[in-house]
């Protein structure tokens, strides 16, 4: 049974950065073509991030992060990074990795919703101080 995990959080000041990362054990053979990121701010619902496509490194990011993170996987494509560059304070959260098979052309267009992962994460803690 495959699994993701992730690494990297932290707490850092604001304007800072951070890297995580995730390792995932899952394969287009178990349905996985798409690699995401989301996050849960406390007492908040959950919010998507960014996505990747493993076939051809497609990306796309929600307007919150767009300019300050950016989502790449490594060369093996089992791994996901999200390089986190000038954090606030509202970036604060419970950071999940996630994986799914989408259409080729979803990322290009759209970031993926919650509902069309199929796997995800324990979570990593992201704290922003002022």
């Known amino acids: 049974q495959g699994q993701l995990v992730e690494s990297g959080g932290g707490s850092v000041q604001a304007g800072g950065s951070l890297r995580l990362s995730c390792a995932s054990t899952?394969?287009?053979?178990?349905?996985?073509?798409?690699l995401g990121w989301f996050r849960q701010p406390p007492g908040k619902p959950r919010e998507g991030v960014a996505a990747?496509?493993?076939?051809?490194?497609?990306?796309n990011y929600a307007d919150s992060v767009k300019g300050r993170f950016t989502i790449s996987q490594g060369n093996d494509k089992n791994t996901v990074y999200l390089q986190m560059n000038s954090l606030k304070t509202r970036d604060t959260a419970t950071y999940y990795c996630?994986?799914?098979?989408?259409?080729?052309?979803?990322?290009?267009?759209?970031?993926?919703?919650?509902?069309?992962?199929?796997?995800w994460g324990q979570g990593t803690q992201v704290t922003v101080s002022s």
């Open positions: 996630a994986a799914g098979y989408l259409g080729r052309t979803v990322v290009e267009r759209r970031l993926p919703q919650a509902p069309e992962y199929k796997f």
């Open positions: 899952y394969t287009d053979l178990d349905g996985v073509n798409v």
């Open positions: 990747i496509y493993t076939g051809d490194g497609s990306t």
